[in-house]
């Protein structure tokens, strides 16, 4: 079992920037690829990065690509998604996900995660 919970989120102003950590307990040490979603209210859930343990392997949907960075620090077990340049719909409830047996090339958002946290709120105000 790995156990993921969510923090950072927050009320920013579009042009802001938010730090959005996940902590992975349990056994994170087995997890190969971590993944950030974001759903809105009405919407569904999509895909917003993802990362390989190798911290190399990095993978961010199109939405975000420039503006978002995933990070991780393995001493830690936390995984980090770094917003920039917020806009109004960036707002959603992000989702930090786990799945132990992804291989490399497949660590995506694409594909079904095995663990998933609470969730922390994000919203942009215009």
């Known amino acids: 079992q790995v156990q993921l919970m969510e923090s950072g989120g927050g009320s920013v102003q579009a042009g802001g920037s938010l730090r959005l950590s996940c902590a992975a307990s349990g056994y994170a040490y087995t997890v190969n690829c971590m993944g950030w979603f974001r759903q809105a209210p009405g919407k569904e859930r999509e895909g917003v990065a993802a990362i390989y343990r190798d911290g190399v392997r990095l993978y961010y949907d199109d939405s975000v690509k420039g503006r978002f960075t995933i990070s991780q620090d393995n001493t830690k077990n936390t995984v980090y998604l770094q917003m920039n340049s917020l806009k109004p719909e960036d707002s959603a409830m992000y989702y930090c996900?786990?799945?132990?047996?992804?291989?490399?090339?497949?660590?995506?958002?694409?594909?079904?995660?095995?663990?998933w946290g609470q969730g922390t709120q994000v919203t942009v105000s215009s």
């Open positions: 996900a786990a799945d132990p047996a992804r291989s490399y090339y497949s660590c995506t958002t694409g594909g079904s995660f095995d663990y």
